[in-house]
């Protein structure tokens, strides 16, 4: 079996800039600095900061990372690459977490803090005096404001990764500067539309896609303090990286250099597994529930570009109305798809989750393969049958899919979804909507339609624009390209902090 085709997203003389990696990792590991990373356990936070580890560890920095168990077995591909003295588990207990309907990620985080915080002053406290180098820098996600009162009192710095684009950090930064508020409080029509002049492009969202503690929170709620938190925390921070590439967002980047007053911003994006690697794009996150091979033979079974790609990541949950017209339209466009279905369970108090209905997988299995929960997304989009991917905009499914040069089909369902979206459709022109929230239940015929419409032709508009990004997507990795020279940037300085 062909595992897989040249991928459409390798960067350019992959072969020479990893011998360079391995190169810079044997000579420079007795000079570089010593770095912790600490991500949120949740895979779409995790995934990118290991592969940022990787990146750091090749080119001879001493990475201590923080997981809880739940997190080890991924690390194991750092730990198989990487030697002992260099990449250093720091494994911690998961805290306990109080059970609450809906799940609460104030409470979540809050937890963590009460677990964490202890055990990593005692760490610090004891590695001064026995680990060589002593960490110079934390390197934390944007959630773990904490951590940057914690740099302080340990005499490090923090720097901040965001698994978002930075087209969403200005956005979240907006958002307390200058929060937008309806002409009329007592207006009920959820569509009003809030302008941000002062951002790249002015973007225009209605009413409702603003973050719920702005719309319904106040001064002193919980949720609407411990954000607050993360914006002063996060601008406060010594600097930020970002899983993104100047060719996507270079405006957001620069606007985000000036409202923090420095230029320690660091786009080193698309953080991506190591292509040599067949099992880091196979089970990158998770094990798929059908054998990687079979979904590969049936991939390589299909013309290029023929097939859609569907996937809603691993935590939206569709309704039963939207799995209906999403398989009604899958169905009618007789187009050729793999759709990555997730199970029917109770998620954030709402129990309305649908299934795919039976008879659906006999009607359509000439065309059409169904994967119940994780799909080896990665190594899908990067095969050269799939044309377009419908998702719903999360950041890493972003990047996966325009690096792909993927034509995306966009449904932002929350959170940094919506900004994710604007940057998809309205700006890189790579993109077409095809619905919004968690509510929206679009025409099957439309839909249909639009299925269609993302695989035809070479040239059309999106086509043409998704094949430029993946490019750019390429030259940014690539040796002396914008990403590697950013990475390459942020090493020197966090040496320069050890010297």
Not at 344 to 353: A, H, I, L
Request: proline share 7%; hydrophobic share 40%.
């Amino acid at each position: 079996m062909r595992i897989t085709r040249t991928s459409r997203y390798r960067a350019k003389n992959q072969n020479d800039k990893s011998q360079r990696n391995l190169s810079a990792m044997s000579s420079a590991a007795v000079n570089g600095s010593h770095v912790l990373v600490y991500p949120i356990p949740r895979s779409g936070h995790v995934i990118p900061l290991l592969d940022l580890t990787h990146r750091l560890l090749t080119r001879g920095l001493t990475v201590t990372v923080l997981v809880t168990q739940n997190e080890v077995p991924l690390l194991q591909p750092l730990i198989s690459t990487h030697s002992s003295s260099s990449l250093k588990p720091l494994v911690v207990p998961v805290p306990e977490i109080p059970l609450s309907t809906p799940f609460s990620p104030i409470e979540a985080m809050k937890a963590m803090r009460d677990h964490h915080e202890p055990a990593l002053i005692q760490w610090f406290k004891s590695q001064q005096a026995t680990v060589t180098p002593p960490v110079v820098a934390i390197i934390s996600d944007f959630m773990l404001e904490w951590t940057h009162d914690l740099a302080g009192r340990v005499g490090v710095k923090r720097i901040v990764f965001s698994p978002s684009g930075a087209c969403d950090r200005s956005f979240s930064f907006a958002l307390w500067k200058d929060p937008p508020k309806k002409d009329d409080p007592n207006d009920n029509d959820d569509s009003s539309p809030m302008s941000f002049p002062n951002l790249p492009n002015s973007p225009i969202y209605p009413w409702w896609q603003l973050p719920p503690f702005h719309r319904n929170g106040k001064e002193g709620d919980p949720s609407w303090e411990r954000w607050r938190n993360i914006n002063l925390a996060d601008r406060a921070s010594w600097g930020f990286v970002f899983n993104t590439f100047a060719g996507l967002e270079s405006r957001d980047l620069e606007h985000l250099k000036r409202e923090l007053g420095h230029d320690r911003v660091w786009a080193v994006g698309p953080l991506l597994p190591d292509r040599s690697s067949n099992d880091s794009v196979f089970n990158r996150g998770g094990t798929s529930s059908l054998p990687h091979q079979q979904v590969m033979a049936w991939l390589d079974s299909r013309e290029d570009n023929s097939v859609v790609y569907v996937c809603f990541g691993s935590r939206v949950t569709l309704t039963s109305a939207q799995v209906e017209v999403l398989t009604a339209a899958l169905e009618q466009s007789r187009v050729q798809f793999i759709f990555c279905a997730r199970e029917p369970r109770e998620k954030n108090g709402r129990e309305d989750s649908g299934a795919v209905s039976e008879g659906f997988e006999d009607r359509v299995r000439d065309r059409g393969l169904v994967i119940r929960g994780w799909a080896p997304q990665l190594a899908i989009l990067s095969h050269r049958a799939v044309g377009a991917f419908l998702t719903h905009c999360g950041w890493n499914s972003v990047l996966e899919g325009l690096a792909a040069g993927a034509v995306m089909l966009t449904w932002p369902m929350g959170a940094d979804q919506y900004t994710n979206a604007k940057l998809v459709v309205e700006q890189a022109g790579a993109g077409v909507p095809v619905g919004e929230g968690t509510r929206t239940i679009p025409d099957p015929a439309e839909l249909a339609r639009l299925l269609v419409r993302s695989l035809e032709g070479s040239n059309g508009t999106e086509r043409v624009r998704a094949r430029e990004i993946s490019r750019a997507a390429m030259e940014a990795v690539a040796q002396e390209g914008s990403s590697d020279k950013d990475l390459d940037e942020l090493v020197n300085r966090l040496n320069e902090l050890s010297r």
